[in-house]
C-alpha cells in the first residue's frame, strides 16, 4: 500500500473561516459608511403643537389656565400666544404690542354670518410686514373671486340653482375679503411673541391684550398650529353658524371657532379641530 499524504482538511477549514469573517467584516465597514454618508431624516416630520383653544373649549377656563401658566414660566425666552380684546389694524397691532419681538400675526376677516377663512401672516417688522402680508392676501382673494365667478358660469352649475347660489356666495365672500385686506382692515386678533418671563408677564397687562399662552414647548413654528379665540368668543368655542352674507356693507362678528393654522414638534396641547370653512386652508 502506498503511503499519500493527508490533507490538512482542518487548516484548509479555518483558512476560509477566516476568509468568510475578513468578508463580512468589509461588508459591514462598507454598510456603515454609506450610512454615515446619508442624511439623517427629521423624526419630528408629523408631530405637531397645538397652541391654544379647541372646539368645546370654555375660553374663560383657557384665559385663567394661560394666566396661571405665565405667572409661574421661568423658562428662558420663548414663544407664546397673544390674544386681542378686538381685531385691530396693523398700525395698532404694533401699539398694542409694544416693541415685543414678533414672528406672525393672525386674522380673519369679520363678515356678519359668514366662515371666513384664517390667515397667518409672518411678521418680523410692524406693521409694515402686516400691511405687505394682508396684500399678499388680498391678491389672492382676487384669483379665489375670479375662480368661483368662472364656476358659477359653466354650464352644469348654470342648470343647478345651488350650485349657481354657493358659487356666487363664495366669489362675493372673497371679494370682500380680498377689499378688507387691501385697505388695511381691522383684522388681526392674535400674534405670536417671543420674550423672557418678566417681559411676558408686563406685556400680559397692556391694554388690548386679553391673554397671553406661554409656549416654551414651541421649538419650531412652521409645525405649530396657533388657535387663539376670536374675540366674540367670550364662553365656549362652538362651531360657526353660516348664514349667509348680511344685509349692508359693513363687517361685523361671527361665532366661529379658530381653525388649524399651520403646523413644530412634541404634543403638549389639546387637538384643535378646524371650522369647515369652504375657503382653502389657512396660510402660514
Do not use: H
Request: net charge positive; hydrophobic share 40%; aromatic share 4%.
Amino acid at each position: 500500500m502506498t503511503d499519500r499524504p493527508v490533507p490538512p482538511r482542518r487548516s484548509r477549514a479555518a483558512a476560509l473561516t477566516w476568509l468568510a469573517l475578513a468578508c463580512a467584516l468589509i461588508v459591514l465597514v462598507v454598510a456603515v459608511t454609506q450610512r454615515r454618508d446619508r442624511p439623517v431624516g427629521d423624526r419630528t416630520v408629523g408631530e405637531v403643537t397645538r397652541v391654544g383653544v379647541a372646539d368645546g373649549d370654555a375660553v374663560p377656563a383657557y384665559l385663567r389656565a394661560a394666566g396661571d401658566e405665565l405667572a409661574r414660566l421661568q423658562a428662558p425666552d420663548g414663544y407664546a400666544l397673544v390674544s386681542f380684546t378686538a381685531y385691530l389694524t396693523p398700525a395698532r397691532v404694533a401699539s398694542t404690542l409694544g416693541g415685543t419681538p414678533v414672528s406672525a400675526v393672525v386674522a380673519r376677516v369679520p363678515l356678519p354670518g359668514r366662515q371666513t377663512e384664517i390667515v397667518r401672516i409672518a411678521a418680523l417688522r410692524l406693521p409694515d410686514d402686516v400691511v405687505g402680508g394682508m396684500a399678499e392676501v388680498a391678491a389672492r382673494k382676487d384669483r379665489e373671486a375670479a375662480d368661483y365667478r368662472a364656476r358659477a358660469a359653466v354650464p352644469a352649475a348654470t342648470a343647478d340653482p345651488e350650485a349657481r347660489r354657493v358659487y356666487a356666495t363664495g366669489a362675493e365672500v372673497a371679494a370682500r375679503e380680498a377689499d378688507a385686506y387691501r385697505a388695511g382692515c381691522a383684522c388681526v386678533y392674535a400674534a405670536v411673541v417671543r420674550g423672557g418671563p418678566d417681559a411676558l408677564r408686563t406685556l400680559a397687562g397692556r391694554p388690548g391684550v386679553r391673554g397671553v399662552d406661554p409656549a416654551p414647548e414651541v421649538t419650531r413654528l412652521d409645525r405649530t398650529v396657533f388657535t387663539p379665540p376670536l374675540p366674540e368668543q367670550r364662553d365656549v368655542v362652538r362651531p360657526p353658524a353660516d348664514t349667509g352674507l348680511a344685509s349692508g356693507d359693513g363687517m361685523g362678528d361671527s361665532s366661529e371657532a379658530a381653525p388649524t393654522v399651520s403646523g413644530p414638534s412634541p404634543v403638549a396641547r389639546p387637538a384643535a379641530t378646524g371650522s369647515g370653512s369652504p375657503n382653502p386652508a389657512p396660510t402660514s
